[in-house]
């Protein structure tokens, strides 16, 4: 029997990606699946996509800032399913390019960390009430592969990420002895949409990349999304306030 059977699961950023690969997976490892995004156009589009393969998914629209929008989220979850499981906090809003930071723009500041960092605050604050509801739970957040480094221009996304993994150690503290896990996975470089768009416009960017994982390769999204579910999943009982590198070793060559 599949280890989520009778779960409900919810995915921020589902739509695409990362995100929808974390989807399918809990989908089929027999989760109800909430596909949160702020697109509607690809949210429903991969929550139809797992019903129609005989999976139980609904889709609800939302910006993780906002902090009614999340609790909405949060709500149509219990909602709809019955209660809240597990979730995976999958979503980012990259800002598209490297820039030094004395170059970044105050409001671009600002919204990137609203999202990458303060979304995730807010998606735990509400998902961990509605586990506290069910007796327990797990929460998974999605940070980096430079959990441990640094590279010019990121600051902007690297100060959210890794702000993420002080979080998740903390809510691990806190929540764990009313049955809630919470950890962190660190991803590599992934064949995600905004990959193939920077790969295209730059062949370097994705050279460089390479260079660097000592697998010398770049994973399919689905490849980091079998560590996020299986945190989820009670083959992980034990295991609370870690971050999970899946990255081919990528943070291994950032000397």
């Known amino acids: 029997m599949a280890s989520l059977v009778g779960k409900v699961a919810m995915i921020t950023g589902g739509g695409q990606g990362l995100g929808q690969a974390c989807a399918n997976l809990l989908a ?3 989760a109800k699946v909430v ?4 697109n509607p156009a690809t949210g429903e589009a991969a929550a139809e996509l797992i019903r129609a393969s005989g999976g139980e998914a609904s889709f609800v629209q939302g910006d993780i800032a906002r902090e009614a929008e999340v609790a909405a989220m949060v709500a149509h979850a219990v909602e709809t399913f019955g209660g809240l499981d597990c979730a995976i906090n999958s979503a980012v809003l990259p800002l598209g390019q490297r820039v030094p ?28 009430r509605a586990m506290q509801a069910r007796g327990g739970g797990s929460i998974v957040n999605i940070g980096s592969g ?13 100060a959210a990420k890794q702000g993420i993994y002080g979080m998740t150690k ?5 929540y764990g002895a009313e049955g809630i896990r919470v950890n962190a996975v660190a991803p590599g470089p992934m064949w995600t949409p905004l990959l193939r768009e920077n790969a295209a416009l730059n062949p370097g960017h994705l050279d460089k990349h390479v260079a660097r994982v000592p697998l010398h390769r770049i994973c399919e999204p689905e490849e980091v999304a079998e560590a996020a579910v299986w945190l989820c999943s009670p083959a992980a009982s034990y295991v609370t306030g870690v971050t999970l590198s899946a990255d081919g070793g990528y943070v291994l060559g950032s000397g």
Do not use: P
């Open 28 to 30: 089929r490892d027999g």
């Open 101 to 128: 930071l004395d170059q970044i723009e105050t409001a671009d500041w600002e919204r990137g960390m609203a999202v990458n960092f303060t979304g995730v605050f807010l998606c735990m604050k509400y998902q961990i």
């Open 170 to 174: 903390c809510a691990a503290l806190d």
């Open 146 to 158: 430079n959990e441990h480094t640094g590279e010019k221009g990121l600051s902007w996304y690297l």
């Open 35 to 38: 596909i949160a995004d702020i």
